[in-house]
């Protein structure tokens, strides 16, 4: 009975079978890690979690405590009783304490241990089989006879009687053997596609898991360069700060030294214009004519020019020099010109449009940048390289890296801008891009917006502004994203893509004309990443 007792008090209260890598609770109550993991899963998002036993509650997720000493008890137990773990089937009848069952007995449906086992009856009708629980369903339920053979047309197992007179007479019959050696060569076969099934899932994981690594290590590396970027932003920001207020405060210094010395000269000449008007007003009292006839003429004392002087002095003194600081804070272009090279590098590489592949109804401009629709055969060299529909692509072809482009299109109603491979046919309704696995482009027509591919394609909102479209490639992953640079700018798809072949940038014009912004920038300092999901450029903004 101690058994017994020692038995219950391994069982978890949650599977009711012995602890599995138990675990502990802060309340001090053990469960198997993995059932305690399923309960506190459904408790994710409550706001508490309670234990099982005695709901004591706690506002975070539990860590949970492995109980080496419970594990150790666990594991001594299971090596002194293996069967009884094994099956949890115990004879029946053994009533004092429980015994593991060494075998049951399909006709007197009990189990018996090795003691019952001897003095068990050997008759043919006693068929002994391992232990088990389910020794009704080894008996047919109609004839209370043992199964014997197994009918492949109804696919079930039957006794003798309804072999003979029962509703499965006439039928297919198997022996039990045969019919689970053929079920069993079945679920091997099934197993060994499962197994390989999880081989591939668990390579695809460790693949994910290792991209996952190196994006991390991408991301961190992003951090570090964009945080040094900062910093250095920050101290050169600092640095002009203090040059800029250096130089004003200087500025003042200097100023003001020159307005207090033409403070000085005018108190000066304040006490001198002090002394003649009072020696002008002892003139004007006296009584005798002589006197101030004789005395020297004072005009001089009223002289614009000398006012004016110094009126000068005192406006040239008092301008602030503000070139030195114009020119210091001319500085913040220099650092932003630093910012953009630091975060992404541009490469100054036109793009220009093939003349060599421009249908007879497409007109390219001089420089290579616009083609435009015309009712005027431009008369072509017939070649393979040529389209004979509405398009052209362009000189250049993209093998590796990452790059962008801009397409005005504002002076066109109908128009496609994409991308194709070298191969794509030139002849046929197949060579429009678009119209084929190997080319991927945004197109209007009749004012509705589409992304088309492969003669798939998927709608876009009409109400997109789009006079400039911005072609993202970034060839290793395969990625190709469209955006309209209207404001707002929008995204408008992402293709994702095994690419086989280098990529042309195309066009397809039948009204108006499509022009090629500027060339293509590249980039290449920041491991920069465009999202399938949503258009976003991992690492600096559109």
């Not at 022996?175 to 695809?204: G, I």
């Not at 006197?291 to 020019?305: A, F, K, S």
């Not at 491979?421 to 917006?449: A, F, H």
């Not at 290449?524 to 600096?540: A, S, Y």
């Amino acid at each position: 009975m101690a058994s017994a007792d020692l038995r219950q008090e391994l069982d978890c209260s949650i599977c009711l079978s012995i602890y599995k890598d138990p675990v502990n609770l802060r309340c001090g109550h053990n469960f198997c890690r993995v059932c305690i993991d399923r309960v506190l899963d459904t408790q994710e998002g409550c706001g508490v979690y309670t234990c099982p036993d005695c709901r004591a509650e706690c506002q975070k997720r539990p860590a949970l405590q492995r109980n080496i000493t419970l594990c150790n008890i666990v594991g001594s137990f299971l090596s002194t009783r293996p069967d009884q773990e094994e099956t949890g089937i115990f004879c029946t009848y053994c009533v004092d304490s429980p015994v593991p069952a060494a075998k049951s007995c399909l006709m007197c449906e009990a189990s018996l241990c090795d003691k019952h086992l001897r003095v068990h009856s050997k008759s043919a009708e006693h068929v002994l089989c391992d232990p088990t629980t389910a020794l009704g369903n080894r008996k047919c339920s109609v004839h209370k006879e043992i199964y014997k053979y197994y009918c492949a047309e109804d696919a079930a197992c039957i006794c003798v009687s309804c072999c003979l007179i029962g509703e499965h007479r006439g039928h297919k019959m198997e022996s039990l053997d045969e019919a689970s050696e053929k079920k069993k060569e079945k679920l091997r076969n099934v197993l060994q596609k499962l197994t390989t099934k999880r081989a591939e899932a668990e390579k695809r994981a460790q693949s994910l898991q290792e991209r996952r690594r190196e994006d991390q290590g991408k991301a961190a590396g992003v951090i570090e360069t964009v945080t040094a970027l900062f910093r250095d932003i920050r101290r050169q920001l600092e640095d002009l700060e203090k040059r800029v207020l250096s130089e004003i405060s200087w500025q003042e210094q200097r100023v003001s030294l020159s307005v207090s010395d033409l403070i000085q000269q005018l108190e000066i000449k304040k006490d001198e214009l002090s002394g003649k008007m009072r020696h002008i007003e002892e003139l004007c009292n006296m009584s005798d004519p002589v006197t101030v006839l004789q005395e020297p003429d004072t005009g001089d004392l009223c002289d614009t020019e000398d006012t004016e002087r110094h009126d000068n002095q005192v406006r040239g003194a008092g301008d602030l020099d503000v070139g030195p600081i114009s020119e210091t804070l001319h500085t913040l272009s220099d650092i932003i010109t630093g910012i953009n090279t630091g975060i992404y590098v541009q490469e100054a590489t036109d793009l220009l449009l093939d003349v060599t592949t421009a249908a007879n109804n497409i007109q390219i401009s001089d420089d290579g940048k616009t083609a435009s629709s015309s009712h005027i055969n431009q008369n072509h060299p017939v070649t393979p390289e040529r389209f004979q529909c509405d398009q052209v692509i362009s000189t250049r072809a993209f093998s590796s890296g990452r790059h962008y482009w801009e397409v005005d299109v504002s002076k066109s109603v109908r128009w496609r801008v994409g991308m194709c491979y070298p191969s794509t046919d030139r002849r046929g309704y197949e060579s429009y891009i678009g119209y084929n696995n190997k080319s991927w482009c945004v197109w209007r027509y009749n004012n509705q917006y589409l992304v088309i591919h492969d003669i798939k394609w998927i709608r876009l909102p009409d109400n997109i502004p789009c006079d400039r479209v911005r072609v993202y490639l970034d060839y290793e992953a395969g990625q190709m994203s469209f955006y309209s640079l209207c404001d707002p700018i929008s995204h408008l798809h992402t293709y994702t893509a095994a690419l086989t072949e280098p990529l042309h940038a195309a066009l397809w014009v039948v009204d108006g004309c499509i022009t090629i912004c500027g060339g293509v920038r590249s980039w290449e300092k920041l491991p920069l990443r465009i999202c399938p999901e949503t258009g976003d450029i991992t690492g600096r903004g559109v």
